[in-house]
Protein backbone atom coordinates (compact mmCIF):
# COMPACT_ATOMS: atom_id res chain seq x y z
CA UNK A 1 0.00 0.00 0.00
CA UNK A 2 1.66 3.14 -1.47
CA UNK A 3 -0.48 5.18 0.89
CA UNK A 4 -2.17 7.71 -1.78
CA UNK A 5 -5.65 6.66 -1.81
CA UNK A 6 -7.82 7.27 -4.97
CA UNK A 7 -11.58 6.77 -5.80
CA UNK A 8 -13.63 5.57 -7.24
CA UNK A 9 -11.59 2.58 -8.26
CA UNK A 10 -14.15 2.04 -11.08
CA UNK A 11 -16.36 4.49 -12.67
CA UNK A 12 -18.80 3.81 -16.11
CA UNK A 13 -20.19 6.83 -17.52
CA UNK A 14 -21.58 8.16 -20.72
CA UNK A 15 -19.94 10.48 -23.21
CA UNK A 16 -20.38 14.12 -22.79
CA UNK A 17 -20.65 13.72 -18.93
CA UNK A 18 -18.60 15.31 -16.54
CA UNK A 19 -16.46 12.70 -13.97
CA UNK A 20 -14.42 14.35 -10.66
CA UNK A 21 -12.10 11.75 -9.59
CA UNK A 22 -10.19 12.52 -6.12
CA UNK A 23 -7.07 11.32 -4.66
CA UNK A 24 -5.95 11.95 -1.11
CA UNK A 25 -2.12 11.79 -1.04
CA UNK A 26 0.38 10.38 1.38
CA UNK A 27 0.38 11.38 4.88
CA UNK A 28 3.19 14.34 4.86
CA UNK A 29 3.14 14.63 1.17
CA UNK A 30 2.79 17.87 -0.48
CA UNK A 31 3.12 17.40 -3.71
CA UNK A 32 0.20 15.41 -6.32
CA UNK A 33 0.52 14.32 -10.00
CA UNK A 34 -1.80 13.07 -12.08
CA UNK A 35 -1.42 10.67 -14.81
CA UNK A 36 -3.19 8.57 -17.49
CA UNK A 37 -2.48 5.48 -18.79
CA UNK A 38 -4.22 4.29 -22.14
CA UNK A 39 -3.76 1.04 -23.89
CA UNK A 40 -2.80 2.70 -27.35
CA UNK A 41 -0.49 5.73 -25.66
CA UNK A 42 0.88 4.35 -22.03
CA UNK A 43 1.50 6.62 -18.93
CA UNK A 44 1.60 10.06 -19.84
CA UNK A 45 1.87 12.97 -16.99
CA UNK A 46 -1.41 15.45 -16.65
CA UNK A 47 -0.31 17.94 -14.13
CA UNK A 48 1.13 18.69 -10.83
CA UNK A 49 0.43 20.44 -8.24
CA UNK A 50 2.71 21.51 -4.93
CA UNK A 51 0.88 22.46 -1.75
CA UNK A 52 -2.28 24.45 -3.67
CA UNK A 53 -0.24 25.43 -6.60
CA UNK A 54 -0.19 24.47 -9.98
CA UNK A 55 4.03 23.55 -10.84
CA UNK A 56 3.85 21.87 -14.35
CA UNK A 57 1.61 21.06 -16.90
CA UNK A 58 2.06 17.70 -19.58
CA UNK A 59 -0.14 16.71 -21.88
CA UNK A 60 -3.73 17.56 -20.13
CA UNK A 61 -6.71 18.60 -22.78
CA UNK A 62 -8.44 21.81 -21.85
CA UNK A 63 -11.57 19.40 -20.92
CA UNK A 64 -9.34 18.40 -18.03
CA UNK A 65 -8.81 20.23 -15.08
CA UNK A 66 -7.57 19.97 -12.08
CA UNK A 67 -6.98 21.62 -8.31
CA UNK A 68 -5.47 21.04 -5.54
CA UNK A 69 -7.18 22.42 -2.13
CA UNK A 70 -5.73 23.06 1.26
CA UNK A 71 -6.06 19.74 3.28
CA UNK A 72 -3.57 19.11 0.24
CA UNK A 73 -6.15 16.16 -1.23
CA UNK A 74 -6.67 16.63 -5.06
CA UNK A 75 -9.30 16.17 -7.86
CA UNK A 76 -9.05 15.82 -11.48
CA UNK A 77 -12.25 16.75 -13.76
CA UNK A 78 -13.01 15.59 -16.60
CA UNK A 79 -15.85 17.44 -18.45
CA UNK A 80 -17.33 16.75 -21.90
CA UNK A 81 -16.01 13.01 -21.92
CA UNK A 82 -14.90 11.00 -25.77
CA UNK A 83 -14.41 7.53 -25.90
CA UNK A 84 -11.58 8.01 -26.24
CA UNK A 85 -11.30 9.40 -22.70
CA UNK A 86 -11.40 5.66 -21.21
CA UNK A 87 -8.62 5.07 -19.59
CA UNK A 88 -6.69 4.63 -15.74
CA UNK A 89 -5.67 7.66 -14.45
CA UNK A 90 -3.33 7.50 -11.45
CA UNK A 91 -2.79 10.08 -8.66
CA UNK A 92 0.78 9.97 -7.15
CA UNK A 93 2.10 12.22 -4.17
CA UNK A 94 5.97 13.08 -3.03
CA UNK A 95 7.07 15.14 -0.38
CA UNK A 96 8.32 18.56 -2.32
CA UNK A 97 9.28 19.28 -5.58
CA UNK A 98 12.90 18.28 -5.06
CA UNK A 99 14.13 16.05 -7.90
CA UNK A 100 15.19 12.96 -5.67
CA UNK A 101 12.15 12.34 -4.30
CA UNK A 102 10.36 8.72 -4.76
CA UNK A 103 6.88 9.63 -6.09
CA UNK A 104 4.25 6.94 -4.86
CA UNK A 105 1.42 6.05 -7.19
CA UNK A 106 -2.52 5.46 -6.16
CA UNK A 107 -4.05 2.23 -7.43
CA UNK A 108 -5.84 3.78 -9.97
CA UNK A 109 -9.27 4.97 -11.01
CA UNK A 110 -10.77 3.15 -13.95
CA UNK A 111 -12.70 5.01 -16.10
CA UNK A 112 -15.16 3.58 -18.72
CA UNK A 113 -16.60 6.04 -21.22
CA UNK A 114 -19.76 4.89 -23.33
CA UNK B 1 11.44 16.13 -29.46
CA UNK B 2 11.72 14.83 -25.98
CA UNK B 3 11.06 11.11 -26.10
CA UNK B 4 12.03 7.92 -23.86
CA UNK B 5 12.37 4.38 -25.63
CA UNK B 6 12.62 0.79 -24.12
CA UNK B 7 13.42 -1.98 -25.25
CA UNK B 8 12.74 -4.92 -25.74
CA UNK B 9 8.97 -4.28 -25.91
CA UNK B 10 8.42 -7.75 -24.34
CA UNK B 11 10.60 -10.23 -22.92
CA UNK B 12 10.30 -13.76 -21.11
CA UNK B 13 13.09 -15.77 -19.30
CA UNK B 14 13.09 -18.38 -17.34
CA UNK B 15 13.20 -18.18 -13.50
CA UNK B 16 17.03 -17.68 -11.66
CA UNK B 17 18.46 -16.12 -14.88
CA UNK B 18 19.49 -12.90 -15.43
CA UNK B 19 17.95 -9.94 -17.40
CA UNK B 20 18.98 -6.60 -18.88
CA UNK B 21 16.05 -3.98 -19.95
CA UNK B 22 17.01 -0.68 -22.05
CA UNK B 23 15.81 3.46 -22.25
CA UNK B 24 16.95 5.72 -24.47
CA UNK B 25 15.63 9.10 -24.59
CA UNK B 26 16.21 12.86 -26.02
CA UNK B 27 14.80 14.96 -22.83
CA UNK B 28 17.02 17.65 -22.66
CA UNK B 29 17.51 19.45 -19.83
CA UNK B 30 17.54 16.00 -18.23
CA UNK B 31 16.37 16.05 -14.55
CA UNK B 32 16.59 12.43 -13.36
CA UNK B 33 15.23 9.10 -14.74
CA UNK B 34 12.98 6.60 -12.65
CA UNK B 35 12.87 3.06 -13.53
CA UNK B 36 9.16 1.88 -12.25
CA UNK B 37 7.80 -1.63 -11.75
CA UNK B 38 4.02 -1.56 -12.87
CA UNK B 39 2.16 -4.90 -12.27
CA UNK B 40 -0.87 -5.46 -14.09
CA UNK B 41 -4.25 -3.05 -13.26
CA UNK B 42 -2.02 -1.66 -10.53
CA UNK B 43 -0.34 1.32 -9.52
CA UNK B 44 3.84 2.10 -10.68
CA UNK B 45 6.08 1.09 -8.07
CA UNK B 46 9.56 3.07 -7.99
CA UNK B 47 12.61 0.96 -7.91
CA UNK B 48 15.28 3.53 -8.59
CA UNK B 49 15.92 7.37 -9.18
CA UNK B 50 19.36 8.35 -10.85
CA UNK B 51 20.05 12.29 -11.10
CA UNK B 52 22.90 13.25 -13.63
CA UNK B 53 25.58 12.69 -11.44
CA UNK B 54 24.77 8.92 -10.48
CA UNK B 55 25.87 6.25 -13.43
CA UNK B 56 24.35 3.52 -11.29
CA UNK B 57 21.92 2.71 -8.82
CA UNK B 58 20.45 -0.70 -6.79
CA UNK B 59 17.66 -2.11 -4.95
CA UNK B 60 17.95 -5.29 -4.23
CA UNK B 61 18.32 -7.55 -7.02
CA UNK B 62 17.35 -4.36 -9.33
CA UNK B 63 20.32 -2.45 -10.80
CA UNK B 64 19.97 0.86 -12.84
CA UNK B 65 22.74 2.16 -14.93
CA UNK B 66 22.98 6.07 -16.65
CA UNK B 67 25.10 7.18 -19.26
CA UNK B 68 24.24 11.01 -19.17
CA UNK B 69 26.19 11.62 -22.24
CA UNK B 70 24.86 8.73 -24.43
CA UNK B 71 21.57 8.86 -22.87
CA UNK B 72 20.75 5.77 -22.41
CA UNK B 73 19.82 3.69 -19.43
CA UNK B 74 19.32 -0.11 -18.65
CA UNK B 75 17.78 -1.73 -15.58
CA UNK B 76 19.87 -5.40 -15.15
CA UNK B 77 17.62 -7.69 -13.06
CA UNK B 78 19.76 -10.61 -11.16
CA UNK B 79 18.13 -14.29 -9.88
CA UNK B 80 14.67 -13.05 -11.41
CA UNK B 81 11.66 -14.50 -9.41
CA UNK B 82 7.92 -15.63 -11.06
CA UNK B 83 6.99 -12.17 -9.26
CA UNK B 84 9.34 -10.01 -11.23
CA UNK B 85 7.08 -11.06 -14.17
CA UNK B 86 5.73 -7.56 -14.98
CA UNK B 87 5.87 -4.37 -17.10
CA UNK B 88 8.69 -2.24 -16.00
CA UNK B 89 8.60 1.77 -17.21
CA UNK B 90 11.21 4.22 -17.55
CA UNK B 91 10.74 7.74 -16.85
CA UNK B 92 12.46 10.73 -17.77
CA UNK B 93 12.36 14.29 -16.00
CA UNK B 94 13.25 17.18 -18.23
CA UNK B 95 13.59 21.22 -17.03
CA UNK B 96 13.01 21.38 -13.19
CA UNK B 97 12.13 17.68 -12.59
CA UNK B 98 8.60 18.34 -13.03
CA UNK B 99 7.83 17.46 -16.14
CA UNK B 100 7.66 13.74 -17.17
CA UNK B 101 8.44 11.92 -20.31
CA UNK B 102 7.30 7.65 -20.31
CA UNK B 103 8.09 4.97 -22.34
CA UNK B 104 6.35 2.49 -23.52
CA UNK B 105 7.40 -0.30 -21.22
CA UNK B 106 9.00 -3.32 -21.16
CA UNK B 107 6.74 -6.65 -20.34
CA UNK B 108 8.65 -9.15 -18.72
CA UNK B 109 7.37 -12.42 -17.99
CA UNK B 110 9.26 -15.16 -16.10
CA UNK B 111 7.93 -18.71 -16.61
CA UNK B 112 9.14 -21.35 -14.32
Known amino acids: DSGVTQTPKHLITATGQRVTLRCSPR?????VYWYQQSLDQGLQFLIH???????AKGNILERFSAQQFPDLHSELNLSSLELGDSALYFC?????????????FGEGSWLTVV | KNQVEQSPQSLIILEGKNCTLQ??????????LRWYKQDTGRGPVSLTI?????NTKSNGRYTATLDADTKQSSLHITASQLSDSASYIC???????????FGTGTSLTVIP
Open chain 1, 92 to 104: ASSVDTSRGNTIY
Open chain 1, 27 to 31: SGDLS
Open chain 1, 49 to 55: YYNGEER
Open chain 2, 23 to 32: CNYTVSPFSN
Open chain 2, 50 to 54: MTFSE
Open chain 2, 91 to 101: VVSGNTGNQFY
